[in-house]
Nanobody
Framework: QVQVGQSGGGVVQAGGSLNLSCTMS????????VGWFRQVPGSERDRVAC????????YVSDSVKGRFAVSRDNAKNTLYLEMTSLKPEDTATYYC???????????????????????WGQGTQVTVSS
């Protein structure tokens, strides 16, 4: 059974930094690409960043490019999101995700679309005050 557990997040002033972590079990983590999405109430869940199994390929949303960094530690089965220069518009619930299929460890449609068949973390609130 795949389990996805998140930690981190919280409240920070604009310009501050936060780090999110996501640890997965029940699957060969080093064979899967993984990623982060975020959602604000009343809006769709949008992708933030994705990373291939070997870190060779990454995607970072234009809205956070240059401020957020995605990374992973395959030895620890953990995905990270380092968020700097935070803005009030970054306020959202952040979700980590691993696709239900391996996609050969690469970025694919799972990194563009919300699919309930994929495995999602419980969500972590990030609040940036102005």
């Amino acid at each position: 059974q795949v389990q996805v557990g998140q930690s981190g997040g919280g409240v920070v002033q604009a310009g501050g930094s936060l780090n999110l972590s996501c640890t997965m079990s029940g699957l060969p983590f080093d064979k899967y690409a993984v990623g982060w999405f975020r959602q604000v109430p009343g809006s769709e869940r949008d992708r933030v960043a994705c990373i291939s199994w070997d870190v060779a390929n990454t995607y970072v949303s234009d809205s956070v490019k240059g401020r957020f960094a995605v990374s992973r530690d395959n030895a620890k089965n953990t995905l990270y999101l380092e968020m700097t220069s935070l803005k009030p518009e970054d306020t959202a619930t952040y979700y980590c995700v691993v696709p239900s299929s391996t996609y050969a460890g690469q970025l694919g449609s799972w990194c563009r679309e919300v699919n309930d068949d994929n495995h999602w973390g419980q969500g972590t609130q990030v609040t940036v005050s102005s």
